[in-house]
């Protein structure tokens, strides 16, 4: 009889025996529900990549996230560029645009592969941080005549995409993981 009273009041009738609708009921019997109803799970946290579907990203792979290829893109274009003689006797920005650059793509794929949608979004933020840190070092490059200026201006263009992009996916999860209390 317990047993039998626990498991109605977790589910579509509530403890007066009254039928309650699906909105109104526990949130991991509504997971249940939608997926023996084979609908994709909009609610509560996800796990792994598909919390990204979640999000409405809709991508099996960091890889395909705009923002990691962007992130991708301009560590490519920063490292061809510190190969220049010019740059490489400013040892320290060249070191710290390195690891700003570097660091940005590996915070997205790590948060990608996070369990909790709340936890993708700290990653997202650290990587947005990195590619404004590396914007930074850009600009001193610039200022110091260590870089020219058609070089600066590709990847300058390169971050401001891929800040853009970060951010966008920042807002987007992080307007989905807003119930989510796991964070």
Sequence with gaps: EDGRLA??????????????????????????RLRAA????????????ARAQCADVGVRSFRELVAWQL???LREEVIAALAHPQL??????????????????????EGYGRFYAGEFVRYLRMARAELMEAQNHLDAALRRRAIDVPT??????LS?????????????????????HRR
Excluded: M, Y
């Design 38 to 49: 084979g609908k994709r799970l909009a609610n509560g946290p996800r796990l792994g990549p």
């Design 152 to 157: 600066f201006e590709r990847c300058w263009t």
């Design 160 to 180: 401001q995409r891929a800040v853009g992009a970060t951010t966008r996916l920042l807002i987007a999860t992080h307007r989905r993981t807003e119930g989510d």
């Design 71 to 73: 992130s991708a893109d």
């Design 7 to 32: 498991k109605r009041q977790d589910g579509p009738v509530g403890a007066r025996g009254r039928k309650r609708p699906r909105a109104q009921w526990p949130i991991h019997r509504r997971r249940v």
């Design 88 to 109: 490489r006797k400013h040892v320290q920005l060249c070191d710290q645009l390195a690891r700003a650059v570097e660091s940005a793509p590996g915070l997205i794929a």
